[in-house]
Nanobody, 123 residues
Framework: VQLQAFGGGLVQPGGSLRFSCAVSGFALDYYAYGWFRQAPGKEREGVSC????????YYADSVKGRFTISRDNARNTVYLQMNSLKPEDTAVYYCAGDRTGIGGRVPNEYDFWGQGTLVTVSS
């Protein structure tokens, strides 16, 4: 089971980025997925998650209306579209999989993790 995240980089405030999390080793649609981030000196926080049946989604208040989580089962990939980026979005971002299919905002609820990818929002 592997999760590999792509899409980090440097972006100006107000810009957009899209993360991709390529999943291998199991079928995408059985698991819930989440995106987390960790800024320097801060704890890892839940950004967004999506249940296995796509019914339940979660967005942190700080990203509501700006970020969108989605999945493409045919490509075995989970996405996080990030718009209107702010300097406070600067962090290392992680994708994670939860085999219960429920998901959630707490890192301990997830079983598999991808490597982190850095986003820097700065002018």
């Amino acid at each position: 089971v592997q999760l590999q995240a792509f899409g980090g980089g440097l972006v100006q405030p107000g810009g957009s980025l899209r993360f991709s999390c390529a999943v291998s080793g199991f079928a995408l649609d059985y698991y819930a997925y989440g995106w987390f981030r960790q800024a320097p000196g801060k704890e890892r926080e839940g950004v967004s998650c999506l249940s296995s049946d796509d019914v339940t989604t979660y967005y942190a208040d700080s990203v509501k209306g700006r970020f969108t989580i989605s999945r493409d089962n045919a490509r075995n990939t989970v996405y996080l579209q990030m718009n209107s980026l702010k300097p406070e979005d600067t962090a290392v971002y992680y994708c994670a999989g939860d085999r219960t299919g429920i998901g959630g905002r707490v890192p301990n609820e997830y079983d598999f993790w991808g490597q982190g990818t850095l986003v820097t929002v700065s002018s």
